[in-house]
T-cell receptor, first 113, second 111 residues
Framework: SQTIHQWPATLVQPVGSPLSLECTVE??????LYWYRQAAGRGLQLLFY??????ISSEVPQNLSASRPQDRQFILSSKKLLLSDSGFYLC????????????FGSGTQLSVL | QKEVEQDPGPLSVPEGAIVSLNCTYS??????FMWYRQYSRKGPELLMY????GNKEDGRFTAQVDKSSKYISLFIRDSQPSDSATYLC???????????FGSGTRLLVRP
């Protein structure tokens, strides 16, 4: 069966520090991969999605970037964190080609202080 | 106007009650509709997935889609305290990789 791993679960970082969140999927090949952010009491905002290695689409211009160095690995990064980057970050995957059903990781709560 | 509207709640009901959760949407191109359940500080979990108008039942859960009214619902029968969570509706055109989520309804089932 397919599983998705996301870490760390909680992260506290100072303003201006770099960020790297990693996500890996097991049990499937060539999945679509996604990074979402969820602000408190709000819906999910799509940040990035990827349909293949090295292929990244950005939905919202911001202080973050994403990379997909391997088929089942998706990384969210920032060179310098802002206070506004705080939030709950979720990695997700979906099956190609349908793509409608998303399966989420357990999330990373990021606090930028 | 948001593409997907969802009452944030919180909705508080006694154990055993029937719960009705709803979303309205504005994009008539949406074809696929989903309900996710999210416990506090956890990732959303896919509960129901529907494509066509009508009802789909899975245990205590029933998903209903009315495309003519652009309205979807999730019914929970015999609600349990373990159903206490935030419920998110989501939808997509199908040709897009992008799901549009509602902001979620927080449900509290009182023992």
């Amino acid at each position: 069966s397919q599983t998705i791993h996301q870490w760390p679960a909680t992260l506290v970082q100072p303003v201006g520090s770099p960020l790297s969140l990693e996500c890996t999927v097991e049990g499937t090949s060539n999945p679509n991969l996604y990074w979402y952010r969820q602000a408190a009491g709000r819906g999910l905002q799509l940040l990035f999605y990827s349909v293949g290695i090295g292929q990244i689409s950005s939905e919202v211009p911001q202080n973050l970037s994403a990379s997909r160095p391997q088929d089942r690995q998706f990384i969210l990064s920032s060179k310098k964190l802002l206070l506004s980057d705080s939030g709950f970050y979720l990695c997700a995957w979906s099956v190609v080609p349908t793509g409608e059903k998303l399966f989420f990781g357990s999330g990373t709560q990021l606090s930028v202080l | 106007q948001k593409e997907v509207e969802q009452d944030p709640g919180p909705l508080s009901v006694p154990e055993g009650a029937i719960v009705s959760l709803n979303c309205t949407y504005s994009n008539s191109a949406f074809q696929y509709f989903m309900w996710y359940r999210q416990y506090s500080r956890k990732g959303p979990e896919l509960l129901m997935y529907t494509y066509s108008s009508g009802n789909k039942e899975d245990g205590r859960f029933t998903a209903q889609v009315d495309k003519s009214s652009k309205y979807i619902s999730l019914f929970i029968r015999d609600s349990q305290p373990s159903d206490s969570a935030t419920y998110l509706c989501a939808m997509t055109e199908g040709s897009s990789y992008k799901l549009i989520f509602g902001s979620g309804t927080r449900l509290l089932v009182r023992p």
